[in-house]
């Protein structure tokens, strides 16, 4: 496609159920990254998908956070029992191999709100 | 300490100033440096990127790096009301296996007509 892909734009969801967001990067980019950007604060880094490579998970806050990488090109992000902590936007990134932040294209995001 | 240091603002000027946007960080191991725009609602986008100390000039917005005081700069010229938005800075490690970046809070930055 033209661009990261992201869906939905915005999620409103109760506390303790489970949301899924998704991630569409550029065609041909193999590196995928979520981060999270919070109401005052930078964008958080979540984690990095590259080809075939075990994702880099470091910086999942919680075992309640997980995601997954399909045929190397879309992207699910899974909170599980959602707490109000979690309410941010969630930006997903993609870039060609080997071009780290200088090749970076961000999606606009998905707004969620835990209520 | 967060490793990344950068005024959130507001920062508000008229049309046509000059403005400065300024981080620090504290981490050497960092080599690269970007910096980014982001308009409301909207994902950040890549305006700058270098990897050396000195300027880099495109247009009229010249990214500066030292090194030595671990500071970085983000000169915009002749400010237009379409620069009106966040600025974020963001480092990456060198030799980072994920070249994942780490960003400062963001400058909101207004643009007065």
């Known amino acids: 496609g033209a661009g990261v892909s992201q869906s939905p734009s915005n999620k409103v969801t109760e506390k303790g159920k489970d949301v899924e967001l998704r991630c569409d990067p550029i065609?041909?980019?193999?590196?995928l990254y979520w981060y999270r950007q919070s109401l005052g604060q930078g964008l958080e880094f979540l984690i990095y998908?590259?080809?075939?490579?075990?994702?880099?998970k470091s910086g999942l806050p919680s075992d309640r956070f997980s995601a997954e990488r399909t045929g190397g090109s879309v992207s699910t992000l899974t909170i599980q029992r959602t707490q109000q902590e979690d309410s941010a936007v969630y930006l997903c990134?993609?870039?060609?191999?080997?071009?780290?932040?200088?090749?970076?294209?961000f999606g606009s995001g998905t707004r969620l709100t835990v209520v | 300490q967060k490793e990344v240091e950068q005024d959130p603002g507001p920062l508000s000027v008229p049309e046509g100033a000059i403005v400065s946007l300024n981080c620090t960080y504290s981490?050497?191991?960092?080599?690269?440096f970007m910096w980014y725009r982001q308009y409301s609602r909207k994902g950040p986008e890549l305006l700058m990127y270098?990897?050396?100390?000195g300027n880099k000039e495109d247009g009229r917005f010249t990214a500066q790096v030292d090194k030595s005081s671990k500071y970085i700069s983000l000169f915009i010229r002749d400010s237009q009301p379409s620069d009106s938005a966040t600025y974020l800075c963001?480092?990456?490690?060198?030799?980072?296996?994920?070249?994942?970046?780490?960003f400062g809070k963001g400058t909101k930055l207004s643009v007065i007509p």
């Open positions: 998908f590259q080809g075939n490579s075990a994702p880099d």
């Open positions: 990134a993609s870039s060609p191999v080997g071009t780290g932040g200088g090749g970076y294209t």
């Open positions: 270098t990897y050396s100390s």
């Open positions: 963001a480092i990456q490690y060198s030799g980072a296996g994920s070249y994942q970046l780490t």
């Open positions: 065609s041909g980019h193999t590196a």
């Open positions: 981490n050497s191991a960092f080599q690269y």
